[in-house]
């Protein structure tokens, strides 16, 4: 069964705390992403993760940072979270290129206070 | 500044009407251009992909069209059920390889009413 799944599914935070959300996807996918969607705006690249320990930087990386210790596994941590970064988080993995179909998680609503 | 631009922003139809979804983008250049499914507070969902200069594909009652020269995109969806409400979003790749970007319209929100 294919599948991206996301945790939590919906978290509140104050600003100035730290934040975990994590991603899991069980295709072997080489390449996952992550995307925060705003309201009127499309999805935008926050980091693309290549393989194990191969990130790079999307449009939108300042304030975040992420990890992929496993093939399966990648995270995007928010040092000391802030207002405008309240939004929904989209986790996506693809067999390698940008063409490959990307399949997306179910989402994490987060919201900053 | 936006390059990809989604027209109507929100279409209310009723069971069983036809409807047309837009797609305009300044993506250069263009690889491909993907249409996804968005059902509230749910992920995106794949319905079809273009690829050739001018290039048409059919998914059930989905089908789609491409137009590079034009820059554009349309998904037509036939017969529309109850279960077609969500936002439909463009998606437009300016690379085949992993280097590459994409290119997200911000979608249409389409409302089926019975």
């Known amino acids: 069964d294919m599948k991206v799944t996301q945790m939590p599914r919906y978290l509140i935070k104050r600003m100035g705390e730290n934040v975990l959300l994590e991603c899991g996807q069980d295709m072997s996918h080489e390449t996952m992403y992550w995307y925060r969607q705003d309201p009127g705006l499309g999805l935008q690249l926050i980091y693309i993760?290549?393989?194990?320990?191969?990130?790079s930087e999307g449009d939108i990386p300042k304030g975040y940072r992420v990890s992929r210790k496993k093939r399966e596994h990648f995270s995007l941590i928010l040092d000391s979270a802030k207002t405008n970064q309240t939004s929904v988080y989209f986790c996506?993995?693809?067999?390698?290129?940008?063409?490959?179909?990307?399949?997306f998680g179910p989402g994490t609503r987060l919201t900053v206070l | 500044k936006t390059q990809v631009e989604q027209s109507p922003q929100s279409l209310v139809v009723r069971q069983g009407e036809n409807c047309v979804l837009q797609c305009n983008y300044s993506v250069t250049p263009d690889n491909h251009l993907r249409w996804f499914k968005q059902d509230t507070g749910k992920g995106l969902v794949s319905l079809t992909v273009l690829v050739d200069q001018k290039d048409k594909t059919s998914n059930g009652r989905y089908s789609a069209t491409l137009d590079k020269d034009a820059k554009h995109s349309t998904l037509h969806i036939t017969a529309t059920l109850l279960d077609d409400t969500a936002t439909y979003i463009c998606v437009v790749g300016d690379r085949g390889s992993a280097l590459g970007r994409l290119h997200f319209g911000a979608g249409t929100q389409l409302i089926v009413i019975p």
């Open positions: 996506a993995s693809s067999l390698g290129d940008n063409y490959a179909e990307q399949f």
């Open positions: 993760s290549y393989d194990v320990d191969s990130n």
